[in-house]
């Protein structure tokens, strides 16, 4: 598996294990987040801070979860310029937050 989950309270923490999200690490992604929605989770964290490379695929994941917390909040950690690039071509609404580190990422979900 290209990621792992932990369920906290009132949210998920979707950890990015791959260094490229890109079409031979999404289509389990997008499984995963379509099972945790269906699970109640409204609330996700997307921790993508070891990813430095994110294509197409990996946008439409997101945008997968931006869809799914529709009712909740997704909030993505990135210190990638080219994961941030590659997001800054969709504009979501409501906007997603990104964050640079996990710590300040579970701080956000917790308010």
Do not use: W
């Not at 290209?2 to 923490?13: A, H, L, M």
């Not at 909740?72 to 990135?78: D, Q």
């Not at 990638?80 to 409501?94: G, T």
Request: charged share 25%; proline share 2%.
């Amino acid at each position: 598996m290209n990621f792992k989950v932990e369920k906290r309270d009132t949210y998920s923490v979707i950890t990015m294990l791959s260094e490229r999200l890109d079409v031979h690490t999404t289509a389990e992604l997008r499984s995963e987040l379509v099972l945790l929605a269906g699970d109640s989770v409204k609330n996700m964290l997307l921790d993508l801070s070891s990813c430095n490379y994110c294509d197409t695929s990996g946008l439409s994941a997101i945008l997968i979860a931006h869809r799914l917390c529709k009712d909740g909040r997704l909030v993505l950690v990135s210190t990638s310029k080219s994961v941030e690039n590659m997001l800054s071509i969709q504009r979501f609404d409501p906007p997603v937050l990104i964050i640079e580190t996990l710590a300040e990422g579970e701080a956000e979900m917790e308010k």
